[in-house]
Each structure stands twice: as C-alpha cells, then as structure tokens.
C-alpha cells in the first residue's frame, strides 16, 4: 500500500485547509486509516481516524469540531478538513493506513508527510 498526502501548505489563524491521502495498492487489506501530526521536538500524536467503512471516527480532544476526517473508497482517497487553524497546528500531517492481523497485532502504513503551518 502506497499513500501520498497533499493539501497542505500556509495559513492564517482562523483558516482552512484540506488535507487529502491518496491510497493505491492492495487498498483492501486496510482496515482503518486515520491521520496523525508531529510537530518539532514533540512526539507524533493522533489527529483523527476512520473506519474502512467511514462509519466510526474519533479525534484528539485537541481538533475535536474544528476537524472532519472522511474517506471515498471509491477513490481510495481520505481527507481530514482543517477549519478555525490555529498556530499550536502547525506540524507534518502524516496519513496512516492500518491492517489488522489478529493475534499478529497490526501492521501500519505511512505517507511522506505535509507540512501544515499556520502563522498568528
């Protein structure tokens, strides 16, 4: 599984943007996607998630009503909608496919990563 994120960029406080990830490859073996964000000197943190089948999503208390995290499977692609940015959200947006092997635990996927940086 190969995934490219795009969208990212510059932005104003108070702004939006919208990130997308694009998945080709074995796309069926995934079982939940989901986007995480590593900001300089911090640890990579959980953003948002999505069920394969878009029904479940969670997100970090942090982005929780500004975010939107959604997927098209018929274009294997996920998008996270960033709205009211604010400065503490500048950092790389990685996007994260996830297959789940049972007792083998789970093996995850990785994008190259977007830089997001939102200026006061």
């Known amino acids: 599984v190969q995934l490219v994120e795009s969208g990212g960029g510059l932005v104003q406080a108070g702004g939006s943007l919208r990130l997308s990830c694009a998945a080709s490859?074995?796309?069926?073996?995934?079982?939940?996607m989901g986007w995480y964000r590593q900001a300089p000197g911090k640890q990579r943190e959980l953003v948002a998630a999505?069920?394969?089948?878009?029904?479940?999503?969670n997100y970090a208390d942090s982005v929780k009503g500004r975010f939107t995290i959604s997927r098209d499977n018929a274009k294997n692609t996920m998008y996270l909608q960033m709205n009211s940015l604010k400065p503490e959200d500048t950092a790389v947006y990685y996007c994260?496919?996830?297959?789940?092997?049972?007792?083998?635990?789970?093996?995850?996927?990785w994008g190259q990563g977007t830089q997001v940086t939102v200026s006061p």
């Open positions: 999505i069920t394969s089948g878009g029904g479940g999503t």
């Open positions: 994260n496919a996830r297959r789940l092997l049972g007792v083998l635990g789970v093996y995850d996927y």
């Open positions: 490859g074995i796309t069926f073996s995934i079982n939940a």
